[in-house]
Each structure stands twice: as structure tokens, then as C-alpha cells.
């Protein structure tokens, strides 16, 4: 039951997690304090999961950092202390080396090593691991906490190999400072990522060229660095905010005004939601109850924001290309620091390619349908493979030799309970799967709710000697079909976006996560839990049902 080892040789111990980032930091400390044999497998040569590869210009956390962290721990807690609202990423990644340092986790974690396999051997129930470097391990449970945008996209556009300058993409960027200093650079992807980049490319490039297919809506996040005396309050404040948090629908304690925006005159509205936009962040959100359920709704928050954009751009012809059409929300709303301001610059100019397409990437630049743009660097802010792309990525097989994709049909079929298991694949959990709340709201939360779920499901089993756990199918076709139900009571599905997989070609469209607020999915998975695991068959190591 000690770490695995090389040379053909197979370890068993009890877990195997796979990533270093917020979920398998938690998970292995959870593990750990238990008594189970964990070890967690990290690509990276370091802890941080997203926020160890996401580098770019300008990354920044959209949650408040006061709520962007662990809760399990209050000492933790109030050892740490964030220096602004919004913290940037090297701030997030030296947090979670604080959280890997004091609960010495990194013993239990093998940097540098990708997972390539992971097998469900149903004679032994057990699951074979097997590394990219050939190395195999043992283990009863396997967890997954891939993150749930981590699989970078670059789109695949001719002619990317000739280009002789240099290229990036936002979530694989180099460790080392990237000079855009005097260079002509074209970025293309306009998402959280490009929003919060191109205000500061803008600042340090001689030109910067924007190519954007959709334009977003992106509110003020009105980013300020934290007094001393509200740091005091927010420590003060710890258990009554942990209690709000994990009780509210998006993971953050800022209250949902209770009203339909029609119910309000256009002066009341437009009163709400200057007051939102002055409070910063992605606060027009919560202005009104039916803002993601209601075009009508929706059209009057869409509005104000586009009436912003045309106040703040100064050239109309720009602020109109600038404006959104579609729901407000409905893409991650995106919220930023002079982002249409970047476009009064006369150092950056915008192409819009869904009028001209990019045709190609040359040895020079990028050849759109009507233009050639010179460019010494290109960054892709294109986004991720959402949901199942890390999961995917790895060879999953559960019972009968069955792959996750194949029994996900590549994700246009993807059946789970509650976001966390999925029939077949015994023993197996997820960490803010497909069909949970997940990326709906301020992550910590969420996976800190799995993490508590996961562990106290595991000390259940050892409990009560129960060797395997499984997701019904008829409580995962159940799961989703209510997953399904409630997306397309909202405007969510209405939108082109990750959130539906509408962003990577010839992927399959649905809209995988649960978007009923982390308040009410927590109290699913505890009634599910206190009915003894309803939904699940638990058994015995001979497959003998145990219920
Ligand atoms: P996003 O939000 O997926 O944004 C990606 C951007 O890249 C978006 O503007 C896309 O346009 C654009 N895109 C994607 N593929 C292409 C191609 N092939 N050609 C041109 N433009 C393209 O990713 P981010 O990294 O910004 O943010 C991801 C999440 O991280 C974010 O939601 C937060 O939760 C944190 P589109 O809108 O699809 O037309």
C-alpha cells in the first residue's frame, strides 16, 4: 500500500485521483485523513490544475477571491489573505502551493506523469491505471478531478505551421514572460480569456488585431485591492459566509433580487442595473429572478449592456460590431477590466470573421476573406473542449471493456448520477462531473461538495463492507432527463457555447450541467446519501447485492 512503482510491477492501493488542482488537492487531503492509500497523478510539474497552465496576460479569477477558496479548513482560511477582489493567477497558484505546503500533500502526488488508460477490471473490482510512461497501478476507486475546461482548443485552421512568427494559446501559455513589446500581435477568441488579455496586449503591442466570430457581452469587474479592515471582517465573517455559500444557487453569497425585471417600469430597471454594473463583477446577474428564463427578460439586461458599450466606444461603427446578440448569461457572462475601452486605442483594431472568415494562417500573418493581416504573433484565446474533453482524453473502461465515450457516444449520449458516477463504471467518481452544477458558479463550492459527498460515500462503503458501488441506469437516465428538463426551461440552450459544446466542430450539442443552483443539488445528494446511496446498487465482493 505504498506509492506505485516502474518495472512491470502493479501497486495496489486504495485511490487513485487524477489532477493536482482544486479537486484532487482536496480529495487527496480527504483521502488521506481517512486512512486510504491515495496517490494523485499530475501532468504538470506542479500543483494548480487550470491555474497552473493558464499564464496569459491578464488571467484573473471572475469569483471574488474572499469566496474563491477552500472552506473546509477555518485556519487555512485565516492564514491565507488575498490582496485584491479579483485575484490574478500567479495569487491562485501560490495559494494552492500554500494549501499543498501545509497539509504536505505533494508527497502523495506524482508530477509530470499523464494518465494514458484507466481500466475497470471486474473479476478483481478493481481499476488498472496505466501512466503514458508505461507505469501501472492498482486501485479501488478512481476519481477523476480533471477540471471541467482543461483540454485547450486550437482550432484547426490551414496553414498554422508555416507561420513564422510565434503562436500561444491562453491556456497552455509559456512559463516565462512572453514580450509582445514592439510586435504586431493578432489574437483571435474574444471569451473570459480573450477579454481579459487583449487590454493588455493592447498596452505593450504595437498593434494588436482583435478577430472575433461572436461579440460578448462583459461587464466592469471593478477589480480593487483589499483594506486591511476588510480582510479583518471577511475572516470574522468565515462561518456565516461557508453557510451561505454552500446554501446559495451560484456558490457566491450575493443575493438573487426576487423579481421578474417586468415587473419593474424601464426606469427602476435601468435604476438596478446601473447599480449592479457600478457594484462590478457579473452583479447585473442577479438584478432579477428571470434574466436567464425570460427573452423578455433578458432583452432589458442585454440592452443595458450594449447601451454601455455604445457609451463607452467611441467610434459607433466599432461599438456596433462590438454588440452581442444573443442572451445575456446564456455564454459565461464575462466580466473585465477596460476591455471596450481597449478599443478606443489606435493601436488595436477589430476584424470581424464571421463577415470574412479566416482562411488561412501564412508564413506573414492571418488571410481572411477580404484582408491579409501582418503579425509577428498570434494567441489563441480560443477556449477548451468544455466537460467531457479531459475525460475523453483518457482511455476509460468500465465493465464489458466499455469506453466512457463509447457509452457516451462521444458525449451526445452522456448519462450520469448527479454529475458524480455513471452506470458501468463502478467505483468510478468524478469531481464536478458532466450533469452537475460545476462551472454554473464559483467552483471551490462545488467541488468541495463533491469531494465531502465522494469521501463520506467511501467511508460508508468501508463501513458497512460494501465493495462496489454503481449507478443504476434507471437512476441515471432519470438524472439526466431531469438535467435536460430544467436546461431547456432556461434561455442556457439557446446560446452557441462551450456550456452546449457548440464550440468545438463536429462535437454533439447538449447542454450538460445541472443548472438548478448548488444550494439544491447539495440537498439532492444528501437525501440520496441519507436513503443509503438510493439510486446505486452496493454490493458485496462476490457482486452479491448489498441493496
Ligand atoms: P471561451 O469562453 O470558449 O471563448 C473562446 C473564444 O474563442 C470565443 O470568442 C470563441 O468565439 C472563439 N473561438 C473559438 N473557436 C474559434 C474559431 N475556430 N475561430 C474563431 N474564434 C473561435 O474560452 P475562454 O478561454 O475565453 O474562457 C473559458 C472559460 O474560462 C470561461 O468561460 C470562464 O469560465 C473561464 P465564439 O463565441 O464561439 O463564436
Known amino acids: 500500500m505504498t506509492a506505485t512503482q516502474k518495472n512491470n510491477q502493479v501497486t495496489n492501493i486504495d485511490a487513485v485521483v487524477i489532477g493536482a488542482g482544486f479537486s484532487g488537492l482536496y480529495m487527496l487531503y480527504r483521502l488521506r485523513e481517512a486512512g486510504f492509500s491515495t496517490r494523485v497523478y499530475e501532468a504538470a510539474d506542479g500543483v494548480g490544475g487550470v491555474w497552473y497552465w493558464n499564464r496569459y496576460p491578464g488571467a484573473r479569477c471572475d469569483s471574488e477571491s474572499i469566496y474563491y477558496n477552500y472552506t473546509f479548513s477555518e485556519e487555512l482560511y485565516k492564514e491565507w489573505t488575498w490582496t485584491s477582489r479579483y485575484p490574478e493567477q500567479p495569487e491562485i497558484l501560490r495559494y494552492l502551493n500554500f494549501v499543498a505546503d501545509k497539509f504536505d500533500l505533494r508527497r502523495d502526488i506524482q508530477f509530470n506523469t499523464r494518465i494514458k488508460s484507466a481500466y475497470y477490471d471486474d473479476d478483481l473490482n478493481r481499476w488498472h491505471i496505466r501512466t503514458e510512461d508505461g507505469e501501472s497501478v492498482s486501485a479501488k476507486y478512481f476519481i477523476t478531478g480533471v477540471g471541467c475546461i482543461s483540454t485547450a482548443n486550437i482550432p484547426s485552421i490551414k496553414g498554422l505551421d508555416n507561420f513564422e512568427g510565434e503562436w500561444y494559446h491562453t491556456g497552455h501559455w509559456p512559463h516565462e514572460k512572453v514580450d509582445f513589446t514592439g510586435k504586431r500581435v493578432g489574437i483571435i477568441g474574444n471569451g473570459s480569456s480573450g477579454v481579459q488579455a487583449i487590454p493588455v496586449i ?7 488585431t482583435v478577430f472575433q466570430r461572436t461579440p460578448q457581452y462583459s461587464t466592469p469587474a471593478k477589480n480593487n485591492p483589499y ?7 471577511a475572516k470574522e465573517n468565515f462561518h456565516e459566509m461557508k453557510k451561505e455559500v454552500r446554501a446559495s444557487l451560484g456558490g457566491l453569497p450575493i443575493p438573487i433580487n426576487n423579481q421578474s425585471a417586468l415587473e419593474d417600469s424601464p426606469e427602476e430597471r435601468r435604476k438596478a442595473y446601473e447599480k449592479a454594473w457600478e457594484a462590478g463583477g457579473a452583479r ?12 423578455e427578460a433578458n432583452e432589458t439586461a442585454s440592452e443595458f449592456i450594449r447601451s454601455k458599450i455604445r457609451e463607452t466606444v467611441k467610434d459607433p461603427e466599432t461599438a456596433e460590431k462590438l454588440s452581442p446578440t444573443y442572451y445575456y448569461g446564456t455564454k459565461r457572462a464575462i466580466i473585465d477590466t477596460d476591455y471596450f475601452e481597449t478599443y478606443n486605442r489606435p493601436n488595436v483594431s ?28 498570434i494567441v489563441f484565446a480560443t477556449g477548451y473542449d468544455g466537460m467531457t474533453g479531459s475525460l475523453f482524453k483518457i482511455d476509460i473502461r468500465g465493465k464489458d471493456d466499455v469506453s466512457l465515450k463509447d457509452k457516451w457516444v462521444n458525449g451526445s449520449e452522456t448519462r450520469t448520477y448527479l454529475g458524480i458516477a455513471t452506470a458501468g463504471f463502478p467505483n468510478m467518481f468524478m469531481i464536478t462531473g458532466p450533469e452537475s452544477p460545476s462551472v454554473l458558479g464559483n467552483m471551490p463550492v462545488a467541488i468541495e461538495q463533491h469531494v465531502e459527498w465522494v469521501m463520506d460515500c467511501i ?14 441506469v434507471e437512476a441515471e437516465e432519470a438524472w439526466s432527463k431531469h438535467c435536460g428538463e430544467l436546461a431547456d426551461s432556461t434561455l442556457y440552450t439557446k446560446a452557441e457555447s462551450w456550456y452546449t459544446g457548440a464550440n468545438i466542430p463536429g462535437k454533439a450539442r447538449g447542454f450538460q450541467i445541472y ?8 440537498d439532492k445528494c444528501d437525501e440520496v446519501a441519507n436513503k443509503g446511496y438510493e439510486g446505486f446498487s452496493l454490493m458485496s465482493s462476490s457482486k452479491t447485492t448489498v441493496r
Open 459 to 472: 467511508n460508508y462503503l468501508r463501513e458497512k463492507n460494501i465493495e462496489i458501488i454503481e449507478a443504476k
Open 227 to 233: 483594506t486591511e479592515e476588510f480582510i479583518r471582517q
Open 515 to 522: 443548472v438548478g443552483g448548488y444550494g439544491p443539488y447539495r
Open 202 to 208: 493592447a498596452k505593450e503591442a504595437a498593434h494588436l
Open 350 to 377: 477589430l476584424v470581424e470573421i464571421k463577415k470574412a472568415p479566416i482562411q488561412e494562417i501564412t508564413a506573414k500573418g492571418i488571410r481572411t476573406a477580404d484582408s491579409e493581416y501582418e503579425l509577428d504573433a
Open 284 to 295: 447585473i446577474l442577479f438584478a432579477y429572478n428571470d434574466l436567464l428564463a425570460n427573452e
